[in-house]
């Protein structure tokens, strides 16, 4: 079964979560779907999926007539994954469930971390997770939503002796992925529905709606949980423009040392100030005091008023 | 993202983070309260913020740390103002100092309460009531009793003798405080790394350095031929960097003592951009130095033994 | 220029109302003056580890530590009574708060003794020396 108590205990980090490897993995050659869920919402974790099985049993995965979870109610996948984990014997998954408070500090860092660079860096994390654990790994059949051949390219060179297939909405049109899919789904529904927020907020209303930003519903939870200072609790991605739109309007304004605007100008500003303190000796006569750099070190200087 | 908001001025600051000498707070027995006030710093001649404590007994200076980009939470609130201010007691001589001087030049013996008198600052004949001031005017006047009355004349040579042992004093605590007084390379990529030119000359300057901030441009000068320096030339004017520092040209080695930093100091961290003030410093200074590859070598490891 | 003649009084008997409050530097600049849901926001999500504390705000992430106020000294948090506009008149400054330690916050990068607020604590021991009493 799948357990997020490893994730819920710290929800502001990633965990990875793993089924026991099927033995008859380690012996066949296998295929391996990846797929992704939660990578549009503005709430709650981005998970990533792997499912894999032996290619001899693809057509028995097909029999337990995995979809694309998207066309799928909840209760539907739930069930689906059900059957997955009935068929244990040789099916397995592992998941990397990426914290929204990941997201938001990778994407603000910085030295800014995409959130196609963090995609794919999982992606490939769970393949590699795979052959570790003795998988006999021959095919992999990926899913995207940016552009398949370079990601393709970028896989088939990393993973040598694998079969790589990129391609868009492959959760339709591979079962091995469907079933990524599935796993990824339920475990960010499940990880959405049970969030536990480490901020002391009382009582937190869950209507959360889909957690798509156009959805009335998520709107409406972002303008009642808008905090002007702190902006909101680590369950919201920081790094949507949605959230940033929204504190910008309503919040306090923060600046950073690197915002684009504030900080290069002020970069500039102290460079050339170090520039003239270090290099422009005081003409003669004129009345000039240098500061020790034991203060200018320790940024300390003079007041003349409080 | 749309592009950042910019900065309004912070207009509304009534709040200030304080480190404060205990002395201000706890001599409470006196009915007046401290007060922050104006004086003339004596390195800038212009006002200086200075505080005087309970019944002008002890005088304070105030310096603040400032880093752009900084606030503060205090308890429950966000102090916009992100400065930390530092009070910490200040010996009145320095701000007496150039009282004396001026009145000096008439060479004659005068009461001090008609000497230090500033019509900029009137706030400066309070400094003859700390308790430091009168007992330690010898240091930077001679006495003469006549009757009940003092009188004291400015003496150079008095003023350079203590501003010697300031100095020495001040080395003492650089060096137990392990202050980087070299001017080598500053090195942020790796663990702070201290030369032998960090010698009894680098303290020397360093602490001449410190205390001409709190004396005239003059005397500065003074006191660095009073302990038997030479004027190092500005950077600009300097001839080829090989010759700027002889007394530097002796080998580095590694800091002996890695015990006093947090293993946090190993931990790598990304190499901080230099400004190019910085890195024609880098260029500049590289004078008596190994390169950095020597610093780890094994040899510079047994010498230490 | 201001007034040289003008004084601000601290008020030294405020200290006996001023209670203990945890003080946070944060490394950036936020544009407001006022109560904020510090300890529901910032302390609730604060994590310890062996060398820095970590903590996220804004999105962003902080890496800190705990510093102590030097020997001798104590944290004050002064404010200002009935602030005026006039630079003219005397002042009143009183003590709100007071503190032993801070806890001050870099962005992304681990605290070291290098940073300039570390080193900055240096300040009252070194004047010390500058300003002490010098024997005869």
Known sequence: MMDLNP??????????????????????????????????????????????????????????????SKTLTEAERENLFQKLDEAKSYVGWALDVLSPNVISTSMLQRTKYNLNALSHDTAIGLIQFALDSGVQVKEVFVDTVGPAEKYEQKLSHLFPGIEVTVRPKADSLFPVVSAASICAKVARDRAVERWKFTENLGEVDTDYGSGYPNDPKTKAW???????????????????????????????????????????????????RSMLSYFSAPAEGEKTHQTHRFFTDRRLKSLNSL | ???????????????????????????????????????????????????????????????????????????????????????????????????????????????????????????????????????????IAEEKEVGSQKFHRYSQDRTMD?????????????KKKNVCVGEGVKSTTYVRVKSESDNQEDYLRYAHGLISDYISADLSKALLGHLGLSELKSPKETEPPSKKRKLSDKPVEAEEDYTKFNSADFARKPPKKMTAAQKTLAKVDKSGMKPMSSFFSPKAKAEKK | MSCNTSVTHLDASSLKRAEQVPVHLLPCEIEHNGVAQVSQYFTA???????????????????????????????????????????????????????????????????????AVVMAMDWPEVAEAIHGSVED
């Open chain 1, 7 to 68: 994730f819920e205990a710290d929800n502001s980090v990633s965990c990875r979560l793993a089924s026991q490897i099927p033995e008859v993995c380690r012996t066949e050659d296998c295929c391996l779907g990846v797929d992704e869920a939660g990578r549009g919402p503005v709430l709650g974790p981005m998970v990533y999926g792997i499912c894999f099985c032996p290619i001899s049993k693809n057509q028995e995965l097909k029999d337990l007539k995995v979809a694309d």
């Open chain 1, 222 to 272: 972002l303008l009642k949980y808008l905090d002007p200072v702190f902006g909101y609790p680590q369950f919201v991605r920081f790094s949507w423009s949605t959230a940033q739109t929204l504190m910008d309007s309503q919040g306090v304004s923060v600046h950073w040392d690197d915002d684009e605007e504030d900080g290069e100008k002020a970069a500039k500003r102290q460079n050339n």
């Open chain 2, 1 to 139: 993202m749309a592009p950042k908001k910019r900065r309004t001025p912070n207009t509304q600051n009534d709040n200030w983070v304080v480190i404060s000498a205990d002395s201000i707070i706890n001599s409470t027995k006196h009915n007046s309260d401290p007060a922050f006030l104006r004086m003339r710093n004596p390195s800038t001649d212009e006002a200086s913020l200075y505080v005087l404590g309970s019944g002008d007994l002890q005088l304070y200076e105030v310096k603040a740390f400032e880093e752009d980009f900084h606030s503060w939470f205090v308890g429950q609130t966000v102090q916009r103002d992100g400065r930390l201010i530092f009070v910490t007691p200040m010996d009145p001589l320095y701000l007496i100092l150039p009282y004396l001087i001026k009145s000096g030049r008439e060479g004659k013996f005068q009461p001090v309460d008609q000497v230090v008198k500033d019509e900029d600052f009137p706030a400066c004949s309070r400094l003859l009531s700390c308790t430091r001031s009168l007992a330690s005017l010898h240091h």
């Open chain 2, 162 to 174: 203590w501003l010697k042992k300031k100095v020495e004093r001040t080395v003492v605590a650089l």
């Open chain 3, 45 to 115: 999500t604060t994590k310890d580890h062996k060398q820095e504390k970590t903590v996220s705000f804004r999105g962003r992430g902080l890496k800190g530590q705990e510093i102590s106020c030097p020997q001798g000294y104590t944290g004050l948090v002064l404010k200002e009574v009935n602030k005026h506009g006039s630079d003219q008149e005397d002042r009143t400054v009183r003590i709100s708060s007071v503190f032993n330690k801070l806890t001050y916050w870099n962005l992304e990068t681990p605290p070291t003794s290098d940073d």
